[in-house]
């Protein structure tokens, strides 16, 4: 019964159904991180007030104050408020950082079996925002914060979905029905979602784009990034391997517009490894 109804065609139409009849609530992104972005992008605003509205939230003042003082962005003095990450960041940072962080605070399961998958899915999302991170090392024209911030995002319309099926069935449902699903629905649902968020133009369609091996932009952009991020992954954690229809990576133009050479694994290098471990302590991995 559940693989039939699973399968159903119309399983996109009955999620955006339980969607706008409040049954099932997309994520949102949290207050703090919505009040941040506005004040950053009102050209009145000061670094004292974007700093005072980041501390009415204790638990990501003491994020974002690790985050300013690891390796990625220390300077000589250390940083003890958050006035001074704004002041010695700038605002712009600041808010991709805002953004970034309260990521994890979406993936919030209503139940342990629901926990448990999105716990996996943020894991994999976060190691694939770590690599796109160091990869973005190569473009000059793409930055490093919003490749992390792609990279977290990429699945984020598997939410949804995870949340339908525990919600229809109490997530008692086959591995397999869930690669389909998310397969036919979770990058549109996803890009969805980005413009419910309001991104930037060049993340909205991350979570379509990033699956697109065949894609040919003229430049590099973010999706690039993800895409062979997680095609990394993908083999690092031994789901894959480059000689797979998946992965044969020497037919893919993504790798030579970011200036990587197919061969090259980028957890096989002892910088990239130490700079990926670094942004995953970063963001709470």
Known sequence: ??????????????????????????????????QVREAVENE????????????RDPALTARL????????????????????????????????????LAMKQIFQATSEALDKAFRDLWSD???IAAIARVLSYNVD??????????GLV????????????????????DAVVIARLMAEHAPDLGCEMLRKWDFAEPLLNIPRDCLDLTRSPAEPDYADLVLVARLQHLVST??????????????????????????????????SADQIAEVRSMLGG
């Not at 009955?14 to 949102?28: F, G, K, S, V, Y």
């Open 238 to 271: 031994g789901r894959s391997d480059r000689n797979t229809c998946l992965t044969r990576w020497e037919g893919y133009s993504a790798f030579g517009r970011i200036g990587i050479e197919t061969e090259v694994t980028v957890l096989e290098s002892e910088e």
């Open 125 to 127: 999302s976060l190691e």
């Open 1 to 34: 019964m559940l693989q039939t109804v699973a399968y159903m065609p119309d399983f996109a139409d009955q999620l955006r159904e339980d969607i706008a009849a409040n049954r099932i609530q997309l994520p949102t992104l949290p207050e703090v991180a919505l």
């Open 44 to 55: 009145n605003s000061t670094a004292i007030e974007v700093a005072g509205i980041i501390t």
């Open 65 to 100: 104050l690790q985050v300013a003082n690891s390796p990625t962005y220390r300077g000589r003095v250390a940083i003890d408020n958050v006035q001074m990450a704004v002041t010695r960041l700038g605002v712009k940072l600041v808010k991709q950082l805002v953004i970034t």
């Open 154 to 173: 990429h699945n984020i319309g598997a939410l949804p979905i995870l949340t339908k099926l525990d919600h229809d069935f109490g997530y008692e449902t």
């Open 141 to 150: 024209s793409l930055e490093p914060e919003q490749a992390m911030l792609a």
